[in-house]
């Protein structure tokens, strides 16, 4: 055979593959509530697309769009583009200004991009960047990326098969990391504080390669259950930084074209890193680490000194005899004997410990565990009572959240939530425990500081802003009458400052720069905070009589959120370690510190050699920094005038019926309120085929779908001891109603939903020998469901929820035509924790009644495992599950395959119909979690079941395929 037909197959094979899994409701549709109304301001660039009252927002954006995008001249692509050659497409943007999420992405189902405007609260996330010029710089570089990308067999693929195609083979062709880390890059290099920038990025990564050499590729770029291992961002920038120092500017543009335009060929990547650079990927790697460890090595032994550091002694879980990673975060002493603090890692999901100071590894004690909490680099602790932010929700509208002040009190251990449904992204006590102060954010940007009564909730006092400035890490001041603050300008400066709360004066403590510090706290003598000043995250401190600066720790890898005891002789922060954030304290004592004029300055700036690439870079700068006031002209944006948006066209096999083929169009609005698939249907077992429509609009409050079909249909019939082929047309359509809430406002994830739907159904147009005995069938019938589950958060090593329930009800019942029938059935399954960690009991249990009539409806519920579906009057199943991890082995095959975790089921079902039929299954399914070639992002489950059952005594064993999972 020869090369082309070789290529031509194996593309339809991965065109069919990939589409089965990118058609899938992967990116679930979120809406804004139908209130909103929307507007629009277009360039030749991009339209921006945002809600009338975030208009300053979208000028702003509009013109940091225009700063990285525009080319300026024939010979430049713009700032993000310039290095990958490729002049992007016009692209859509939406601002999101509902939710108080701190995010942003490109997605290609439709090609679209979406920043969230709420800014992050945590300084060591993103550092000095002003918010809205990391998004326009970092998802402006995705586009360029994907655009990037349509060539050669890739663009042969965008051809034939739309976005879906596109998205699939790019990311094949490219490791994740790639579109990251490659992203990350450009954000450090455009901007004064990119994640590049901050030692905060890079810690995991320099402290695993400085304690025990690091990782090998393949469980660095596909992740491990293991072990907390850097994210494909940290190991994307590294990589992507190597790539472009070893080979030059256009060195990630040359290996990615490369990879693209031959995107089936197994090792693409691969083989372009080795075309351009002359080494291979694994190779590069090795050779990468073995730069940033002698770089970090130099930076550790130039600024690390020993210090009478002491480290709780606190007792880890343990795996295999090897510490979990577990991040014990924010200390704040209560007393001489007690720390609290906020546990999380591998195996522990966020909650609030109480820890002994002296104790011998001494176990955390579970004081509370909050809900969803909001990661803002804070926990308050006062007067007995401890604050924090979580997120709330809007039960319908999944782009509408709240950040909201909880509060407990240690004494009785109540909890309560100070305001529902707020946008309060901070929380401080004050020392007295009668206020609480915070920084509310409007839905347009406009930030500000408010004190509020503890009692009550109500607001005593609402600081001017006068310029605008985002306020973050907010903390008491001893004297209760001053509040420190982090605040920060639109060009990313940040000053230290002190907010005197009787006269609303602000004297900045430190002046606005781009050092990234965070986390004051103040005794009576001292102001502490971390800094990344030296080249290393470590604990600096003012003191407030004279203004002096000084260096308080000087930890090998980095030292975080100080906290002075209340007797004000220790210093308690968090001291990064190989395996997590610990707890650690050190005297308060200016003979072990350092004077600033005297501190030592070790900046590994890794990306420092790339600045020279490209071109017109301070020009950028100082525009990112302050670009122009530009404004465009702004329309109405309708919210029904584009409902239909084409974005991909390809083929489809539904993995839950693999006899189906599907060849269908695509299409997704911009807002996420109207989805539309049509379509042709084959079904290879009758080689019969037809159309079908799928259409859903989720813009109102009850979500409402429309499904129409028309097919023509072949089976065998038996008539007289005769087998009689049988032809036939079926034509369906079935409008439905859903009302999908979420509901959590506590450590269990809650969330319900109602169906209503209205069906009706016609076979006709019979062909056959015996087609004379059968005439045209009509049938109506109705549907309503309910289902609701409220499960506890679950752990990264946990396999399912270790408690909660879940509960699903559903009822049919024709109503007119030629065919009757009913059924009802509810299922229901109770998770209950095992014997030991990340072991869980799961109980189900199943009931059904279905008329035996002539017509039966398709059974909602789980039937026994190792039967075969069987109709009965009444059923009534029940099954008991034990789960465990058995090993996280991290086994690779090279590039083939890549083994995460083994794992193992004990089941056993019992089941009765009609009260005379009893089914038994005794068994036991042994799966692994495992990554297939270098799609990282992708994990597939599957294994073995073997099967005993009682009643025969005989035996079975099949194959088990789990869920295809996004890690």
């Known amino acids: 055979m020869t090369t082309f037909p070789r290529l031509f197959i194996a593309f339809c094979c991965w065109v069919v593959f990939v589409s089965s899994l990118v058609a899938q409701d992967i990116f679930p549709m979120q809406q804004m509530p139908f209130s909103v109304r929307w507007k629009q301001l277009q360039t030749k660039e991009f339209r921006l697309i945002f809600p009338a009252d975030a208009e300053s927002q979208a000028q702003r954006t509009a013109n940091l769009l225009h700063a990285v995008l525009h080319p300026g001249s024939a010979q430049f692509f713009g700032p993000v583009a310039q290095t990958l050659g490729k002049k992007p497409s016009r692209i859509d943007i939406l601002l999101q200004n509902r939710t108080t999420y701190v995010n942003g992405f490109f997605n290609t189902a439709p090609r679209r991009a979406e920043f969230f405007t709420m800014p992050p609260q945590n300084n060591n996330d993103f550092g000095t960047a002003n918010w809205l010029a990391l998004l326009a710089v970092h998802e402006m570089r995705h586009v360029v990326q994907y655009d990037h990308a349509k060539r050669g067999l890739t663009r042969l693929a965008f051809w034939l098969t739309g976005y879906n195609g596109l998205a699939a083979l790019a990311n094949l062709a490219a490791p994740w990391w790639f579109f990251e880390g490659d992203a990350v890059l450009m954000e450090t290099l455009l901007l004064p504080g990119g994640r590049g920038r901050l030692p905060y990025f890079d810690l995991l990564y320099r402290t695993q390669l400085l304690s025990h050499g690091g990782w090998g590729y393949h469980k660095a770029h596909q992740r491990s259950f293991r072990h907390l291992v850097p994210d494909h961002y940290v190991l994307g920038y590294h990589l992507s930084a190597f790539l472009r120092r070893k080979a030059g500017a256009y060195a990630l543009a040359n290996i990615s074209q490369r990879a693209f335009a031959a995107s089936l060929v197994p090792f693409a990547f691969s083989r372009a890193v080795k075309k351009e650079t002359g080494i291979s990927l694994v190779a590069a790697y090795r050779q990468m680490n073995q730069q940033l460890d002698s770089l970090w090595k130099k930076q550790q032994k130039a600024l690390f000194f020993p210090q009478p550091v002491e480290t709780l002694p606190l007792k880890l879980h343990r795996h295999y005899g090897t510490p979990t990673y577990t991040d014990v975060l924010y200390p704040q002493p209560v007393s001489e004997e007690y720390v609290l603090a906020l546990r999380q890692g591998l195996s522990h999901i966020p909650q609030i410990v109480r820890l002994p100071v002296t104790a011998h590894a001494a176990k955390a004690e579970v004081i509370f565990t909050p809900g969803l909490i909001v990661s803002n680099g804070m926990l308050s602790v006062e007067a007995n009572k401890v604050a924090w932010v979580e997120y709330e929700f809007d039960p319908r509208w999944q782009m509408r959240n709240y950040q909201v002040i909880k509060i407990l009190d240690l004494a009785t251990g109540k909890v309560q939530t100070l305001v529902p449904k707020t946008r309060y992204v901070a929380a401080a006590l004050s020392p007295q425990g009668d206020k609480v102060a915070t920084v509310e954010v409007a839905p347009n940007g406009f930030q500000q500081v408010v004190v509020l009564d503890l009692q009550n909730g109500k607001i005593l006092q609402s600081l001017p802003n006068p310029d605008s400035l985002q306020y973050s890490m907010l903390r008491y001041d001893t004297d209760g009458a001053s509040l420190l603050c982090l605040r920060q300008r639109k060009d990313g400066s940040t000053a230290l400052s002190r907010i005197h709360l009787p006269t609303g004066e602000v004297e900045d403590l430190l002046p606005f720069g781009y050092e990234n510090i965070g986390a004051p706290a103040a005794d009576k003598e001292w102001i502490f905070f971390h800094s990344s000043y030296n080249g290393i995250d470590n604990i600096y401190a003012l003191h407030k009589a004279t203004g002096k600066r000084w260096q308080v720790t000087a930890r090998p890898f980095g030292a975080y959120h100080p906290r002075p005891s209340p007797d004000g002789k220790w210093l308690y922060f968090n001291d990064f370690q190989l395996y997590g954030m610990q707890v650690s304290r050190l005297p308060i004592d200016t003979a072990l510190w350092i004077p600033f004029q005297q501190v030592p300055v070790f900046r590994t700036d890794y990306f420092y050699p790339l600045l020279e690439q490209e071109p017109h870079l301070a020009y950028t700068l100082q525009t990112l920094k302050n670009p122009p006031q530009r404004t465009y002209p702004v329309r109405p944006y309708g919210r029904f005038s584009q409902l239909v948006n084409i974005y991909s066209w390809s083929p489809f096999i539904n993995p839950n019926n693999l006899e189906q083929l599907e060849l269908a169009i695509y299409s997704r609005n911009l807002l996420s309120t109207a989805s539309a698939t049509v379509g042709y249907r084959f079904n290879t077992n009758e080689q019969r085929g037809g159309w079908f429509a799928q259409l859903s609009y989720q813009g109102f409050y009850p979500i409402i779908d429309l499904n129409l079909s028309t097919q023509q249909r072949q089976t065998t019939v038996r008539i007289n001891n005769q087998n009689s082929p049988l032809q036939y047309s079926e034509h369906a359509a079935t409008m439905g109603l859903r009302l999908p809430w979420v509901l959590t406002n506590s450590k269990f994830l809650r969330s319900a939903s109602l169906s209503l739907a209205l069906s009706y159904r016609q076979t006709d147009n019979f062909k056959g020998p015996f087609a004379d005995r059968f005439r045209t069938g009509r049938l109506w019938s109705g549907g309503i469901g309910f289902s609701y589950a409220a499960t506890l958060r679950r752990a990264e090593r946990d396999i399912v929820s270790r408690l909660g329930l879940t509960y699903a009800v559903f009822a049919r019942q024709t109503l007119r035509g030629d065919f009757q029938g009913g059924q009802l059935a509810m299922q229901g399954q109770i998770f209950l924790p095992g014997a030991l960690l990340h072991h869980a009991i799961v109980l189900r249990g199943a009931m059904q009644y279905e008329q035996q009539t002539n017509y039966r409806f398709a059974s909602p519920i789980l039937f026994a495992r190792g039967f075969a579906y069987r109709s009965h009057e009444w059923y009534y199943g029940s099954a008991i599950e034990y789960r465990l991890p058995l090993w996280y082995p991290d086994i690779s095959l090279g590039p083939i395959a ?70």
């Open 898 to 967: 890549n083994l995460q975790r083994i794992k193992a089921m004990l089941f056993y079902d019992r089941a009765f119909g009609d009260r005379t039929t009893q089914y038994q299954t005794l068994g036991i399914d042994l799966t692994a979690d495992f990554n297939l070639g270098r799609i990282a992002q992708l994990l597939f489950d599957a294994g073995i079941r073997w099967m005993y059952f009682p009643q025969t005594g005989s035996t079975a064993v099949e194959i088990v395929v789990g869920r295809v999972g996004i890690r």
